[in-house]
């Protein structure tokens, strides 16, 4: 599971803000108790002296015998501050500093494994990210409605229009509930408003709150942020750590391909971000308007081999459901 680099960023700097701002409130809560009693802060900077002799002997520039001594004057020192406490009218744990989270003690990791604190953050930050892009709303597989498409058998198939889409359907609900390295890659073609992105929508909702980093974008300002690396148009750096986030997500959905103006350096990084991806096990849903004999029309021999060779494809059909919507 590869987490997403620029997202997790985020969610540090989310994470150390939350613990600045507690570690604000404690010093206001302290500087509050120094004023209203100034002996617990003599008897602070005592207790600190017991804490750093307690160090020297741990570390063998003291002596071991006196260690005994120390806990003991440490420990009276301890009362005799909650007892001062008290009598300037605070509760007993009014200093208490505890860490947001007693795991990591608000590090963000344990050892060298991101912590539960920090992965919590890290989805909700995916889930901005996302919805930003997507509109997430109501795009969830509950809110899926099959109902919008013909239930009167095909002439050509034998089956009818819904339930060719249910199969669809329980295809991507089983493809975002099992997603991992031995998941497949997906190809929708189809007419436009018959549920491409709102599917692909409720994937990318369920593999990011799993944890995996998913990156959605439309064919058109993906291919103008593959430019802006490459010729130097643009913030060059911002375009570059963004093209590494499209090789280099668990996840990664184009949407709408064919849509962009089509020439050869498009052509050439389609290529790429498809290779590279089937190269390092990398999955990826692409989603197109158009039927596969138009995209190879459009697209390089090499290209189309890879997405019916390497990608399930799954055919929207049917009538547009939004229009449909807008009449019910």
Do not use: W
């Not at 997202?7 to 507690?22: F, W």
């Not at 919008?148 to 002439?155: K, N």
């Not at 339930?163 to 991992?180: H, L, P, Q, S, W």
């Amino acid at each position: 599971m590869a987490l997403d680099g620029k997202i997790l960023a985020k969610a540090k700097d989310e994470l150390y803000e939350k613990r600045r701002l507690k570690e604000e409130r404690y010093d206001a809560r302290l500087q509050k108790v120094y004023i209203s009693a100034p002996r617990i802060r003599a008897l602070d900077a005592a207790i600190r002296e017991t804490m750093a002799e307690l160090v020297a002997v741990a570390l063998g520039t003291a002596h071991f015998e006196d260690a005994e001594d120390v806990k003991l004057r440490n420990l009276e020192l301890q009362e005799q501050r909650s007892s001062a406490l008290q009598k300037a009218g605070f509760a007993d744990r009014f200093l208490d500093d505890e860490p947001m989270c007693g795991l990591c003690g608000d590090a963000g990791y344990v050892g060298t494994s991101i912590c539960k604190c920090l992965m919590e953050i890290y989805k909700a930050k995916l889930r901005e990210s996302l919805s930003s892009l997507l509109k997430l709303g109501d795009e969830t597989f509950d809110s899926f409605e099959l109902s919008y498409y013909d239930d009167d058998p095909s002439s050509d198939t034998g089956i009818s229009v819904r339930r060719a889409m249910e199969i669809i359907y329980e295809t991507c609900v089983e493809y975002a509930r099992k997603f991992g390295k031995k998941s497949m890659n997906l190809f929708f073609n189809g007419a436009p408003g018959l549920g491409k992105t709102f599917l692909s929508a409720c994937i990318a909702r369920v593999v990011a709150e799993n944890g995996y980093s998913v990156v959605y974008d439309m064919a058109s300002p993906l291919f103008s942020t593959f430019a802006d690396a490459k010729f130097g148009t643009g913030d060059t750096e911002s375009a570059k750590n963004q093209v590494k986030r499209y090789l280099e997500c668990d996840l990664l959905i184009i949407d709408d391909l064919g849509t962009e103006m089509c020439n050869n350096f498009v052509i050439s990084a389609l290529y790429e971000i498809i290779n590279t991806r089937l190269v390092t096990g990398k999955k990826t849903i692409v989603s197109s308007n158009l039927t596969l004999a138009e995209l190879r029309r459009q697209y390089s021999e090499q290209i189309m081999s890879r997405l019916e060779g390497e990608y399930q494809v799954l055919t929207f059909r049917g009538d547009d459901i939004r229009k449909k919507r807008n009449v019910v």
